[in-house]
């Protein structure tokens, strides 16, 4: 596990054997294909493990790109045929073909081609069609076309035509394991789907349901996206349900959406961009944090305007200023935050830089309980565990109400009873701080 602040120095890989977990990201596994033809001492091979393999699409991408520019891999086979997640990449040197077509972001052109289902109009993007690779580019086809929308392909263009205005309908079960970044497009518009096809679903359930699985990764993106779309759905007044794997949207009639909603974009352009898709026909709808487009769509908001036809009206947002403390201000503060997020980092620091004691919460754990926390799960189980970590909260709470800084892990939260600890705490007594590591340098 990588913790930050991280350095990396240049240097030639020696080649050999790797193992790469992929049922996350794809994408470290399109860098290690295309590096590894560099290796120095000997042909890399690539097995990949730890579960399902994600968006395999966009690593058979990076294959024939890599054929193209003059490097063969090659993909194990069982012997029944079956294919093996294990890749021989040969040392090589690249060659430019005279002639590459780029196609286009077939993500990126989701929410264009949702605007045209949303608002009953037509649009046609270019260089994405049938002969694409890219995984996003069959949303057209399983999703838009399910929903009721005319979609016709080429084998690199892409035209959709969405139904009348509030005439989508609901498409039961899609698995978007291999276009997985598009599902937020997908939960957009599916919060306005009428009753329609219970394809996949038990019988009894509702017939204006979308289940959407297969993007489990998504948590770990920019933001947790799932929780993101169902948190901002709910202002919408968007019924929906969290799912191990994905999540099911119960779609309405647009008459009945909340109006004038302010949507949190947690600094992710996918989800700015699939709530700009919703807000084409909820009037009032305020999208914050504009600029995170720029990651992918610099002239997103523009081109919505000057291309699509959509009346944007940039604003500015009344400045809130931080509410005056209502506890004692040298109360104990208590940092909360997931393995690697840096809470135990910061809470030293901010204890050093304020003259208070600082405790880690899993050391207390094991000093008052005897042993390890993982000895404790195994042998006594995690709802064991759970209730004495409470305990043990709330003892060091009241023999430290003031002047300390307590670090304790995210699992906390898994608890209702530590929840509403918590939840009283910061609303009664002091500060609770939730640390995120979004994956960013952290320069000093």
Known sequence: MLF??????????????????????????????????????????????????????????????MKTFGVQVTRRKAEDGTLLDIYDIPRAQYTNPEKYAIESDASSATYPLAVAAMTGTTCTIEN???????????????VLKRMGCKVEQSE??????????????????????TMTDAFLTAVALAAVCGEG??????????????????????RVKECNRIRAMIDELAKFGVKTKELDDGLEVYGQSI??????????????????????VLATVVPGTILEEKRCVE????NWWDDLTNKIGIDVEGIELAHQGPAAAKYNPEATIIIVGMRGAGKTHIGGIAAASLGWKFLDADHEFEGRTGEPVSQYVRSKGWPAFRQAESQII?????ENPTRTIIST????????????????????????????????????
């Open 4 to 65: 930050v602040p991280t350095g990396a120095k240049s240097s030639t890989s020696r080649g050999g054997k790797i193992q790469l977990a992929a049922s996350v990201s794809s994408q470290y596994v399109s860098s290690i294909l295309l590096c590894a033809p560099y290796a120095r001492d000997e042909d890399v091979v690539l097995e990949l493990v730890g579960g399902q393999v994600i968006s395999q699409p966009y690593i058979d991408m990076t294959l024939a790109m």
């Open 128 to 142: 994405i069609g049938t002969s694409s690779l890219q995984g996003d580019a069959g949303f057209a086809v399983n």
């Open 156 to 177: 690199t263009e892409t035209t959709v035509t969405g139904p009348p205005v509030g005439q989508l309908k609901a498409i039961g079960l899609v698995d978007m394991e």
């Open 197 to 218: 096809s219970a394809e996949g679903l038990e019988s009894d359930a509702p017939k204006n349901t979308t289940r959407i699985l297969g993007i489990a990764n998504q």
């Open 255 to 276: 008459e009945t959406l909340n109006k004038n909603v302010s949507v949190h974009c947690y600094d992710d352009h996918r989800v700015a961009m699939a709530f700009s």
């Open 295 to 298: 990651k992918t769509w610099p």
């Open 394 to 398: 709330k003892d060091l709470i009241s």
């Open 409 to 444: 892990g995210g699992g906390i939260v898994e608890s209702a009873a530590n929840r509403a600890l918590l939840t009283e705490y910061g609303r009664a007594t002091g500060p609770v701080v939730y640390v995120i590591n979004r994956g960013r340098l952290l320069a000093p």
